[in-house]
């Protein structure tokens, strides 16, 4: 696919973070971007400044995001790709001192990080198979979620967080063979860890301890690094029903 001023975008979790990055990313190819997330002062801040537009969408709910989908493509058509980068990781053990682990909280992570995913990528493609087909092999979208290294190596504290992680790697080569005959990719990218306002927040010495495990380059990942990344699976058709690990070669210990 040829990014473009033809093309649209959207991308969830754009107000921060590595949809933020992807948001800008794409906007500097001149894609049309949609920009939906829970936070609306920045998530309007956003779109303005780089000429998209913006809706406000609880991914976990799918009515929210019909109506996103909606609004946004009333403002500039059906997307052609779609980016999956809302998430939650609240940490929290099997059992702790207060017993077993919350099943609020773990529906919680699951509802965002793979209901979530799940409910964009399903009703974004929904969209995109009614499309004209374009280039010569006859693409008509792509879409791209967020896994994470979690859901191999899992850490301490984790476990919801890994689970819906997991799920999402696991959803993406049967909704590729699903959509296939509708000329839609699904892609996944399993990050590492990456300097996002989330971990810059914490102190040095805690940012050089994520680090050390990462093989080469040894430091975190850059936003726009996940962001080149997108772009890049957006452009190469063959890139299909795949998880690609972005991590420096990083494997997680237990803690």
């Known amino acids: ?43 309007r801040e956003v779109a303005a400044r780089l000429g998209g537009s913006f809706a406000r969408c609880d991914v976990s709910d799918a009515v929210s995001v019909s109506e996103a989908l909606s609004a946004l493509r009333a403002v500039h058509g059906q997307e052609r790709i779609c980016v999956n980068c809302a998430g939650i990781a609240p940490a929290h053990r099997s059992v702790s001192k207060e017993g077993a682990h919350d099943a609020a909280l773990f529906a919680k992570v699951c509802g965002i ?25 006859g693409e008509r979208g792509v879409i791209i979620n967020t896994a994470s290294i979690a859901a191999w190596d899992g850490q301490v504290g984790q476990i919801a ?28 990218i399993a990050p590492g860890i990456f300097g996002t306002a989330m971990v810059t927040s914490f102190p ?4 050089d ?18 962001a080149s990344l997108v772009c890049h699976i957006a452009e190469n058709t063959m890139l299909n029903g795949e998880v690609i690990r972005l991590d420096a070669g990083t494997r997680m210990p237990p803690k």
């Open 209 to 226: 301890s994520l680090a050390q495990h990462a093989q080469f380059p040894p430091r975190l990942g850059k936003p726009e690094e996940f």
């Open 204 to 207: 040095q010495e805690v940012q």
């Open 161 to 188: 967080y890994a689970a819906s992680k997991a799920g999402v790697a696991g959803l993406t080569l049967p909704m590729a063979r699903d959509l296939a005959r509708s000329g839609v990719r699904v892609m996944a």
């Open 1 to 43: 696919m040829k990014l473009s001023s033809e093309i649209t975008a959207i991308i969830t979790g754009a107000a921060s973070g590595l949809g933020l990055a992807v948001a800008e990313a794409l906007a500097e190819r001149d894609v049309r971007v949609g920009i939906l997330d829970m936070n609306e002062d920045e998530g």
């Open 113 to 137: 990080n793979l209901i979530g995913s799940f409910n964009v990528a399903t009703q974004s493609a929904a969209g995109m198979v009614g499309t004209d087909a374009t280039g010569a092999d």
